[in-house]
């Protein structure tokens, strides 16, 4: 602890030495505490162990910038000082370190929202109607999406584009991309982003949009958290509806799935009234384990049966939103929908929920876990971008290929398509080149004892991709060498790297990424 008492007294020192107040006011929100300090070493990946000198706990913005401003003074702080290293952390569900800081600051975001809505902190702040922008929620970086979710439905309106799972934090899922079933229609989550403030590299609280700083706010939006620590987005609404559609299909035929996908995804005009609303789509593997609990009981030995015969099943999961003025219509809509799909006859299955439940869907999974104590374990996962053209490769390759002979439970595998004109390019996210692309995520979960085994086969899947030339972009990617990270940005590395210059020159910020330092 050391460092850390080092950093106090020369903070203590040094807002001796100046006017600012703010610099008296952060040195006592600096924690070394066994419980914080365990909580910011870990993530949701369980598998790295990075163990900061402290932790930070800002009650506004303006405590951050202070921090930031603090560690880019050289008089004070070198790069041998943990200030050379901060990394906001948001819920800290990254799987691979990503918002830790070896020996350095991390910034517990959460601790800005328990500090509330004020005169400092933005909080969720729903606006219902702007001349030019329409409706829009100003939301504080460190708020989960199910709050932002729960107040703007307040207002009967809501975001349009959204994760799976609503624990995590705008500012996380805006470092990455934020994707879900609806992300063929409206984009990721990023491409619904008005304008942000955003406290640079250098402690410069910046206000970007496309049209204000627009350098910074390209930068920010997929960044991996590398220019600056994102405080305030200002996210586009639209009207909500109250109730879903919530539909499952199975194929034993891939190409018969994939061009169903594809054919849905077709369908993908912001005001599209024929087309789904949410489309995505996931295998059962007849090594399990086989999650049956959303089907009637009636049905669940014939799904078995169909999967053990099959070896894998692929399920299109779609959603058909409605509310008053459509309720009458939406079951004919939706028949309309589903009498051009060939799944297997007789394996559709319908439920209604509420929106909200709807979107919170993974919660529940959530909750079944913890009881099981199968949450908190460690999470091997791998995501990755496949272009549409060589997805069947990817399926005979991998999913059959190297999967289906596992010995190792399985976990939950995703396969969906999306729209490449529905992204920003200027955006720092990565994407493969061509119209259409596959998210696939391996959301493999293990006991401590077995998750390098998956680890194992996850580099070689990587290594399957590697000699097939599949293009695969890895999301919520994780590297340790820069000539890795710069294979994956291809084309933009070079602008990334200018970024990075610009904003965050000391390369203080989000180290856990491991792109421009290995601390
Ligand atoms: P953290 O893990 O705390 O941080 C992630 C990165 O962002 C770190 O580098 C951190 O330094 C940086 N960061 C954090 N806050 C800020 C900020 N305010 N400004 C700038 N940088 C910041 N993702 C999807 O896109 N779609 C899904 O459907 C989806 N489902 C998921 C389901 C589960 C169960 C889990 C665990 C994750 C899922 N994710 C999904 C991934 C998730 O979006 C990312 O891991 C996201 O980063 C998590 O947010 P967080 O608040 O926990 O971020």
Request: aromatic share 12%; hydrophobic share 35%; charged share 20%.
């Amino acid at each position: 602890m050391g460092n850390f008492i080092l950093v106090v007294t020369t903070l203590l020192l040094y807002s001796a030495t100046t006017t600012s107040q703010s610099l008296n006011l952060i040195s006592d929100k600096f924690q070394n505490d066994t419980e914080s300090l365990e909580l910011a070493s870990t993530d949701y990946g369980h598998i790295f162990n990075e163990t900061p000198d402290a932790v930070f706990q800002p009650t506004s913005p303006n405590d951050i910038k202070t921090l930031i401003q603090i560690a880019n003074d050289d008089k004070y702080f070198g790069t041998t000082s943990p200030l050379a290293s901060i990394a906001p952390r948001g819920q800290g569900h990254s799987v691979r370190g990503q918002a830790m800081a070896r020996r350095g600051i991390v910034v517990n975001m959460t601790s800005l929202a328990r500090h509330g809505n004020n005169n400092y902190n933005i909080g969720i702040k729903v606006v219902k109607e702007n001349f030019h922008l329409g409706p829009y929620v100003d939301v504080g970086g460190e708020q989960i999406w199910i709050d932002v979710l729960r107040d703007t439905l307040k207002h009967s309106l809501s975001p349009v584009s959204w994760t799976d799972y609503l624990y995590i934090t705008v500012g996380g899922t805006l470092s990455n991309a934020g994707i879900s079933g609806q992300t063929f229609r409206f984009g990721p989550q990023i491409s619904s982003v008005h304008e942000m403030d955003v406290i640079t590299g250098k402690g410069d609280l910046v206000t970007c949009s496309r049209n204000n700083a627009s350098e910074l706010f390209y930068a920010v939006l997929g960044g991996l958290g590398q220019f600056g620590i994102i405080t305030r987005a200002r996210i586009a609404l639209a009207p909500a509806p109250t109730r879903v559609k919530w539909v499952r299909l199975f194929y034993n035929d891939f190409l018969a799935f994939k061009k169903d996908q594809e054919k849905l995804i077709s369908k993908n005009g912001r005001k599209e009234k024929n087309g789904v609303d949410y489309l995505e789509g996931f295998l059962l593997m007849r090594q399990g384990p086989l999650d049956l609990s959303f089907y009637p009981t009636a049905d669940q030995l014939r799904i078995t049966s169909l999967v053990t015969q099959s070896g894998i099943v692929y399920s299109i999961e779609l959603a058909k939103y409605y509310d008053d003025s459509t309720q009458n219509s939406v079951d004919k809509d939706l028949q309309i929908l589903l009498d051009q799909l060939s799944f297997v006859p007789g394996f559709g299955f319908v439920k209604d929920v509420t929106y909200e439940d709807f979107l919170n869907r993974v919660q529940s999974e959530e909750e079944k876990l913890r009881e099981l104590q199968r949450w908190e374990i460690p999470h091997p996962w791998l995501n990755l971008f496949v272009p549409e053209s060589q997805v069947s490769d990817f399926n005979s390759g991998v999913f059959k290929g190297i999967l289906l002979n596992q010995s190792v439970p399985m976990g939950v595998f995703i396969i969906y398509p999306m729209n490449r004109n529905k992204w920003d390019v200027k955006m720092s996210a990565v994407i493969p080149e061509e119209d259409v692309f596959y998210t696939i995520g391996l959301l493999h979960s293990s006991s401590y004892s077995e998750w390098e085994a998956i680890d194992e086969v996850n580099k070689q899947i990587l290594q399957f991709c590697h000699d097939a030339g599949i293009q695969a972009k890895q999301y919520l990617p994780h590297y340790e060498a820069q000539q890795d990270w710069m294979d994956h940005f291809g084309a933009k590395w070079k602008h990334f790297q200018q970024m990075k210059t610009q904003f965050d020159p000391k390369k203080i910020l989000s180290p856990g990424q491991k792109i421009f330092s290995n601390l």
